[in-house]
Nanobody
Framework: QLQLVASGGGLVQTGGSLRLSCAAS????????MGWFRQVPGKEREFVAA????????YYADSVKGRFTISRDNAKNTLYLQMNSLKPDDTAVYYC???????????????WGQGTQVTVSS
């Protein structure tokens, strides 16, 4: 079993930055491609970013490309999402996930964290 705990969310002003973390335990973290998704009340969960097992390949949604950076530290069993130039539209609950392939699809991820709230004030 792989357990994921997301943290680092909070309230920031437009243009500010946050760094989200996702701590993994229970299995070999480096085996899993990882992803970040986000969800706003009343809307479906959407893809944000994904990263390969080694961290050599990164993928981003067009809405966050150039502003967000996904990374991982396999020695620390931790996934990160650096969020810069934040906008009110970035306000959402952010979820980390682990899967068998690098994917933008929720169904390709078997393990999910509880999520952390990010609020960007205008």
């Amino acid at each position: 079993q792989l357990q994921l705990v997301a943290s680092g969310g909070g309230l920031v002003q437009t243009g500010g930055s946050l760094r989200l973390s996702c701590a993994a335990s229970g299995r070999t973290f480096s085996f899993y491609p990882m992803g970040w998704f986000r969800q706003v009340p009343g809307k479906e969960r959407e893809f944000v970013a994904a990263i390969s097992r080694s961290g050599g390949d990164e993928y981003y949604a067009d809405s966050v490309k150039g502003r967000f950076t996904i990374s991982r530290d396999n020695a620390k069993n931790t996934l990160y999402l650096q969020m810069n130039s934040l906008k009110p539209d970035d306000t959402a609950v952010y979820y980390c996930a682990a899967g068998g392939v690098v994917s933008v699809r929720q169904t390709d991820y078997a393990y999910w964290g509880q999520g952390t709230q990010v609020t960007v004030s205008s």
